[in-house]
């Protein structure tokens, strides 16, 4: 397990680098570091480990080799998660191993509180985790996975914008937006739209 390739996964700002370990058949197991460091925090464990294991070792965006979110963007745990959620799309894993160190063990429970289905075995390297009270529970996770997953399907529909005419357009906002009227919907056209050569 001393040998290990370097993977990247495209994400909307850039991409997400990662190491791995093993053959893909193996066991998946995604290794999360902690604040401030990236995925060679477990270039010593992982020869340590079973084999028979695929290990992958992502670095959160923003770094080691991953690309940093905009700038003025914030990085908070909630994106990390997303984060997460969007290297397991991209290795097509329904069901894993988290292995999270530190701040990566906060986002490594957060991620099982939020998808407890994915997630075969929770191991915490020096982490305290977190906690919420217990009335908050069910609606702190039902609003956190929505809007995770939501994102994720934008992501994945995304296309070229179409092209509209200047009355098709007021059109559609019209009908998104029931309470405009046609003279508002046109005002917020005039800064809400661009004219391109298709329209």
Request: hydrophobic share 45%; aromatic share 10%; with cysteine.
């Amino acid at each position: 397990l001393g040998m290990f390739s370097e993977v990247k996964f495209p994400v909307p700002w850039g991409h997400v680098a990662a190491k791995a370990w093993g053959s893909s058949e193996g066991h998946p197991v995604l290794c999360l570091h902690g604040w401030l460091d990236n995925a060679n925090t477990f270039d010593k464990l992982i020869p340590l480990l079973p084999r028979g294991c695929y290990y992958v070792a992502m670095d959160f965006s923003g770094h080691g080799l991953s690309s940093h979110r905009p700038a003025g963007c914030p990085y908070h745990f909630l994106d990390y998660v997303s984060d997460v959620r969007r290297v397991a799309a991209a290795l097509q894993w329904r069901r894993f191993t988290l292995m999270g160190h530190s701040m990566g063990g906060a986002v490594a429970g957060m991620f099982c509180f939020l998808y407890p289905e994915m997630v075969d075995k929770l191991i915490l390297l020096e982490n305290l985790g977190f906690l919420l009270a217990p009335e908050d529970t069910e609606a702190w996770l039902e609003s956190k996975r929505l809007v995770i997953d939501r994102l994720l399907s934008l992501e994945a529909k995304q296309q070229t914008p179409k092209a509209w005419s200047p009355e098709a357009a007021l059109q559609r906002l019209l009908e998104a937006n029931r309470h405009l009227t046609a003279e508002g919907g046109a005002i917020l056209l005039q800064r809400g739209a661009t004219e391109t050569p298709a329209g």
